[in-house]
């Protein structure tokens, strides 16, 4: 099991990882703590299409001269998010475009989320995840800053606190599902995105998007389907 961003939470908590009574506040604490890291205007983010990772790298360091900018979601091949200082993002477009991208589309968020800027986020976010109880998830759970697997409560917390100022590798987590002998995958939550960015990172891996009574009823047959 995994979740993308603010969806490993939901991941852990599936997992039995967290009780839901305590997962509603640690979210929200954890959204409050990444807003309140940055002021609001600062930062920006923006979605890379077509060049590949190291040449994504490349242009956010050449684009650093204007202020921070990283590459913070590794969502699939060919599509990576970064995030940083406004300018410097937007600096990192313009560098991006003329290297070749497809297309490099300034996101509407209100926070560089992932990027070092949020640090202080993270240092918040350990302090509050000490205070919560945390189980050995039932079912694995492949997080998002090293697409590895935690499993004591120590080690999720850090994992956690990391991810807040961390690269989400959603990429290298979709091929550690695949080492593990994942055959058939399901997205649970509103819309298909992660489907999308399943079916590009591993092909080979159906993946079934659950947000209705329809599909989930679609996913079944599906998976009955195929034994």
Known sequence: MAGHSLGEYSALT??????????????????????????????????????????????????????????????????????????????????????????????????????????????????????????EPRVPVIANVDAAQHGSADSIRDALARQACSPVQWVKTMHEMEKLGVTHMIECGPGKVLTGLARRCVPSIPCYPVHSAETLEAALQNLSAAG
């Open 14 to 135: 599936a997992a039995g990882a967290f009780r839901l009574e305590d997962a509603v506040p640690l979210v929200r604490f954890r959204a409050q703590a990444m807003q309140e890291a940055v002021p609001v205007g600062l930062g920006g983010m923006a979605a890379i299409i077509g060049l590949a990772d190291d040449a994504v790298e490349a242009v956010c360091r050449e684009a650093s001269e204007a202020g921070v900018v990283e590459p913070v979601n590794f969502n699939s091949p060919g599509q990576v998010v970064i995030a940083g200082v406004k300018a410097a993002v937007e600096r990192a477009c313009e560098l991006a475009r003329a290297a070749g991208a497809k297309r490099a589309l300034p996101l509407a968020v209100s926070a560089p989320f992932h990027s070092s800027l949020l640090a202080p986020a993270r240092d918040r976010l350990a302090a509050r995840l000490a205070e919560v109880a945390i189980s």
